[in-house]
């Protein structure tokens, strides 16, 4: 670590499903109960918080000497499975609190941010939804975009939270949902630079979309956005591997006047993938890919199917 100063390690992870075991009426969390065909019971269920909680505290550990102060998460239910992640064996002690709202997602999943309160005081919450329609002309609901505006060692910083419509109709097929989430994004930084001129702003999340694609390109070019990113993804490196391919669909891209050398609170250090053995597959034709909870309804009682991402800012 540097001298007299401190590191903050501020990450983003798609955590697969965390559902708890009780049937919501209001959404399509069938595949998630007891009953279900994938059996997700208390014990699974539990087996799980563990794990999460065992991942984030160790994220950026070896740079910052400590957990995460912020991360944003995608994939969670609702309000007390976040109590209950918080509140999981190996988080309890770090006195964090979570930002979470529900969406009109048809699974019923969303978006959240956990936080250390020691460190970052929660000013401001609301979401921006992304608007869709069917080839019917029906709405087609996906998940908010959050915004979470507060103060990190003393320091103005807003940050924006995605989880971007999938891939799973076809990359070209679905390009334009991803394009529309882009451009909700873009507005509200816009809005962000009209309140605060030099606004430092983060933006995170899944976008089911890689660095190179248009919908990256869009934030980064409109909104004067820096992907550190785009340099990390390799043939075998990235944060999700699809049919033996790497994705980096996790990214936290950051605006300019985090590497302003006048800046004096928080400094732009590094950006990685949280890809520790222990989070991967140690055998077979999967060895070094994220070990995961379910590959389709066969429980295999890992972590998820997404690499945690992360990047660090020090104080002088």
Not at 146 to 170: F, M, P
Not at 195 to 204: C, D, F, H, R
Not at 270 to 278: I, Q
Request: charged fraction near 25%; avoid cysteine; aromatic fraction near 12%.
């Amino acid at each position: 670590m540097i001298e007299n100063s401190k590191i903050f390690t501020i990450a983003f992870y798609n955590i697969e499903n965390l559902f708890d075991i009780e049937n919501d009426p209001y959404t399509n969390d069938d595949d998630f109960l007891p009953t279900s065909a994938k059996r997700w019971t208390y014990k699974r269920y539990q087996n799980k918080l563990r794990k999460l909680g065992s991942v984030i505290s160790q994220i950026g550990e070896n740079e910052s000497g400590s957990s995460p102060a912020i991360v944003g998460l995608a994939e969670v239910e609702n309000n007390n499975v976040l109590t209950d992640l918080i509140h999981s064996e190996h988080l309890k002690d770090l006195g964090y609190n979570f930002v979470h709202f529900d969406s009109l997602d048809e699974r019923g999943i969303d978006v959240a941010l956990i936080y250390k309160e020691e460190f970052f005081n929660v000013e401001n919450s609301e979401t921006f939804s992304v608007y869709l329609q069917t080839e019917f002309g029906d709405r087609d609901y996906t998940r908010d975009i959050l915004l979470v505006q507060g103060k990190l060692n003393n320091e103005d910083i807003h940050i924006i939270v995605n989880h971007w419509s999938s891939r799973r109709e076809g990359e070209k097929e679905t390009e334009h949902k991803r394009l529309a989430a882009a451009k909700v994004v873009n507005n509200v930084i816009s809005r962000l630079k009209k309140e605060q001129t030099n606004a430092k702003i983060i933006v995170m999340g899944d976008f089911n979309d890689n660095p190179d694609n248009e919908s990256i390109k869009l934030l980064e070019n409109e909104s004067q956005l820096y992907n550190p990113f785009s340099t990390l993804l390799s043939y075998n490196k990235g944060s999700l591997n699809h049919d033996f391919q790497w994705n980096m669909f996790d990214q936290i891209l950051i605006s300019g006047n985090f590497f302003d050398p006048n800046g004096i609170k928080l400094k732009y250090v590094k950006a990685e993938v949280f890809n520790s053995k222990f989070l991967t597959q140690y055998h077979g034709k999967f060895k070094g890919q994220p070990f995961r909870t379910y590959v389709g309804k066969k429980y295999k009682g890992g972590y998820s199917d997404h690499f945690p991402v992360f990047v660090q800012f020090k104080t002088p």
